[in-house]
């Protein structure tokens, strides 16, 4: 069958579906659930046969959106703020993971300038950081305390000045997507060049390894997170830029609750991230390398597995919990 006939041919049926999902037109479960298998079916004969059409983009979307409401219906007596965090985040992750991926490559991409420039002129670290700051860090240094800057103030009022700092950072970064996702890049291109400047200081001066198992305790998922939260603003931005089938208004209202919703996912990492910072890394200096190493793995792997691996496992075994439960007849 031609790509054009094909379309032609279910077109009515697709929208007609996305009418009912958008607008929980579905009252009877077994009907959403049918019209589902029939939509993944399609999905499957486009990637067949149309393997570089776009209506691949559109059946993907739309079966995504519709698999997290079956899900929904089946367990409507579950505790909403656990499934919140089990199965919604997790799916809406795996739906949208390319802008993850995206938010990644640009992180990787601009801690790498702020590591270049740097490296090639002397006087960058202190255009960036600060005059005050870099000759109190060379001051530890000197004492053998590289990150003794985190010892200054009390353990809780360090821990809620910087979870307010970070919280703050990750709400900036989502709300500027609205300027089609350049004002995201913008925090993430600050942010990223400070990383990767402040780094190379601590190789330059020979105690690169002293900063790494200090500052990355509480940096694994402080930064982590940042990505994540940037990664929501694309979204708020590419809903604005692509509404793809839907109006500019719709798209940006869809877009907008989704990236809210990813936005506070990243609110316990970024918690615990302040705690690590106001209470732990204090401490780093003293530490076993042991020990300071396995807190930067487990809190690193336990973000990582959250938001890079976790939603990959929800997805097929929803999947093939649905196909068990609703076979298609």
Known sequence: MREVAFIKQNKEKWLSFETAIFNNDFKDPDELASQYIHLINDLS???????????????????????QKIYKTKREDTNRIVEFWKTEIPLITYQYRKFIYVAFIIFSMFTAIGVISAANDGEFVRSILGDQYVNMTIENIEAGNPVAVYKSGSNWGSFIGITINNLRVGIIAFILGIFGG????????????????????????NVFWESVRGIWIHGSMEIFAIVIESAAGL???ASILFPGTYSRFNSFKRGAKTGVKILLSTFPFTFFAGF?????????????????????????GLIAYYY?????????????ELLTSFPQK
């Open 45 to 67: 004969y486009a990637q067949t046969y149309y393997p570089k059409s776009k209506v691949i983009v559109y059946l993907n979307q739309l079966a995504a959106k519709a698999f």
């Open 308 to 320: 890079l691996i976790y939603p990959f496992m929800v997805q097929k075994k929803l999947k093939a």
């Open 235 to 237: 979204i708020l931005g």
């Open 182 to 205: 350049f004002g995201t890049v913008w925090i993430l291109f600050k942010n990223c060049i400070m990383l990767g400047s402040f780094q190379y200081f601590f190789y330059e001066k």
């Open 276 to 300: 690590l910072e106001g209470f732990i890394t204090r401490y780093a200096n003293d530490m076993p390398n042991y020990l300071s190493v396995s807190i930067i793995l487990i809190t690193l």
